[in-house]
T-cell receptor, first 110, second 113 residues
Framework: GDSVTQMEGPVTLSEEAFLTINCTYTATGYPSLFWYVQYPGEGLQLLLKATKADDKGSNKGFEATYRKETTSFHLEKGSVQVSDSAVYFCALSAGNQFYFGTGTSLTVIP | DAGVTQSPTHLIKTRGQQVTLRCSPKSGHDTVSWYQQALGQGPQFIFQYYEEEERQRGNFPDRFSGHQFPNYSSELNVNALLLGDSALYLC????????????FGPGTRLTVT
């Protein structure tokens, strides 16, 4: 069935470091791919999305490219800030259903 | 414009009891999905409602049931609570067909003792 596998955390980085969180997926057909972010005590917020192969989603300095050949959608940011500390979820949408990864906790220290 | 709202924020129940959680979708949205997020895990899809009918269901037992009202708000009911039902329950809303634009509420934290 459809599923998402993402890099396990927790990840701790210093401010201004480069961030990569790996995400790979398994799906029949052509899913849409998403990154969601969850701040402590809050629900999930859509960070970025890509709806077809080679699309690049971007928002707030974060980027991810939909790679069909490697079934991946890795999240990157060139320079993280303390305010980026949160849990990040990779997800795919197949039809009307969403499948989420287990989440990667990111802590950015000053 | 209010986003997705859920009530209550927190809830403590005893094994065997029943619970009802509520969700009001974002204005203009007609489709509501419910997710269970266990501690340290990603959200797991429970079911989805559109036009007051359950349209799709994840791998959850019949103890989990729901309802959607004419104003698009929704309820999640869980019967015969188990300790393993302790989790954050998230509601998400969107327009039917607009798969990409799903908005989540803050969730209801259910603790079963």
């Amino acid at each position: 069935g459809d599923s998402v596998t993402q890099m396990e955390g927790p990840v701790t980085l210093s401010e201004e470091a480069f961030l990569t969180i790996n995400c790979t997926y398994t799906a029949t057909g052509y899913p849409s791919l998403f990154w969601y972010v969850q701040y402590p005590g809050e629900g999930l917020q859509l960070l970025l999305k890509a709806t077809k192969a080679d699309d690049k989603g971007s928002n707030k300095g974060f980027e991810a490219t939909y790679r069909k050949e490697t079934t991946s959608f890795h999240l990157e940011k060139g320079s993280v800030q303390v305010s980026d500390s949160a849990v990040y979820f990779c997800a795919l949408s197949a039809g009307n259903q969403f499948y989420f990864g287990t989440g990667t906790s990111l802590t950015v220290i000053p | 414009d209010a986003g997705v709202t859920q009530s209550p924020t927190h809830l403590i129940k005893t094994r065997g009891q029943q619970v009802t959680l509520r969700c009001s979708p974002k204005s203009g949205h007609d489709t509501v999905s419910w997710y269970q997020q266990a501690l340290g895990q990603g959200p797991q899809f429970i079911f989805q409602y559109y036009e007051e009918e359950e349209r799709q269901r994840g791998n959850f037992p019949d103890r989990f049931s729901g309802h959607q009202f004419p104003n698009y708000s929704s309820e999640l009911n869980v019967n015969a609570l188990l300790l393993g039902d302790s989790a954050l329950y998230l509601c998400a809303s969107r327009l039917w067909g607009a798969t990409y634009e799903q908005y989540f509420g803050p969730g209801t934290r259910l603790t079963v003792t």
